[in-house]
């Protein structure tokens, strides 16, 4: 956590000696706010009912606001002590129901996410793992693509040297393995391409995998319909599909077919050629 804050009434009861007491009880938290690392923003707004005792704590079903869509939480966590040790977690089950919740993952991108997804945790994983499906509501892309001021088919396809990335496992603090569904085309609007995709996942679903440091994408989208812009030239998109095959980064592949008809400047009636 980032940070979190709010407002907690408790009523509980506490039995037991002074070095080992057992707590018992229920809480209501109001006016609550959490910031999970990675999230745009906080979780704002938090309110519900929370009970616990010695051995367990209960989340009833937290409600609260993430970005001006509603997000509501439950979950469970147990307490294990070891002889001579204070008590700790020894695992734990969050869910989180989303309805049209906006974030922006990248520059350039916005999504409208709704869903479910479950945050879960146990005494010997090295990770807690992040799963679930999360439907896309809406989403668009407006980020350019940087092609120089005179692009080339050689500059489309060509490699480029990648700089020397740092990672350190020690570091990481989810595992993440989220499944994406679409309930509405993405749309991409830049410098190059005003189209709309849809997700195809008939062969294999679409994958959001990988940890908090390392993202990846496994899947495929095809596109729907739209333009590719290409020397001032615009190419009516026949087919095409966007490719995602690496778990441990974004790197999508593209297969796109446009075509369009030219003719030279100022020639009415001369020749037309079909590219």
């Not at 391409?193 to 679903?205: G, K, M, S, V, Y």
């Not at 796109?256 to 079909?274: C, D, M, V």
């Amino acid at each position: 956590f980032r940070s979190s804050g709010g407002r907690l009434r408790a009523d509980m009861r506490i039995t037991g000696t002074l070095d080992s007491p057992a707590i018992y009880g229920q809480a209501s938290l109001e006016d609550g706010m959490v910031w999970v690392q990675g999230l745009d923003a906080p979780i704002r707004k938090l309110s519900g009912g929370i009970r616990f005792s010695e051995r367990q704590l209960l989340l009833e079903g937290l409600r609260g606001s993430l970005g001006g869509g509603r997000v509501v939480i439950t979950g469970e966590a147990s307490v294990g002590r070891s002889p001579g040790e204070a008590p700790g977690l020894d695992r734990y089950a969050l869910s989180m129901r989303m309805q049209e919740v906006p974030l922006s993952p990248v520059r350039g991108m916005t999504v409208g996410l709704g869903g479910m997804a479950q945050l879960r945790w146990q005494e010997g994983q090295r990770l807690p793992k992040l799963t679930g499906t999360v439907r896309l509501r809406r989403g668009r892309y407006t980020r350019p693509f940087k092609l120089g001021i005179t692009p080339t088919l050689k500059s489309l396809s060509g490699s480029q040297r990648a700089g020397v990335e740092l990672y350190d496992p020690e570091d990481d603090r989810v595992a993440i393995d989220l499944r994406v569904v679409d309930d509405a085309p993405l749309h991409i609007q830049n410098n190059l391409l005003d189209a709309t995709l849809r997700i195809q996942d008939r062969e294999q679903p679409f994958r959001i995998v990988g940890t908090d440091q390392r993202v990846g994408v496994v899947g495929s989208l095809a596109f729907e319909q739209g333009v590719m812009r290409f020397r001032n030239t615009e190419f009516n998109i026949e087919q095409g599909n966007v490719r995602f095959d690496d778990q441990h980064r974004v790197h999508p592949r593209f297969d796109l077919r446009a075509s369009t008809e030219i003719k030279r400047t100022g020639e009415f009636s001369g020749p037309r050629w079909s590219i």
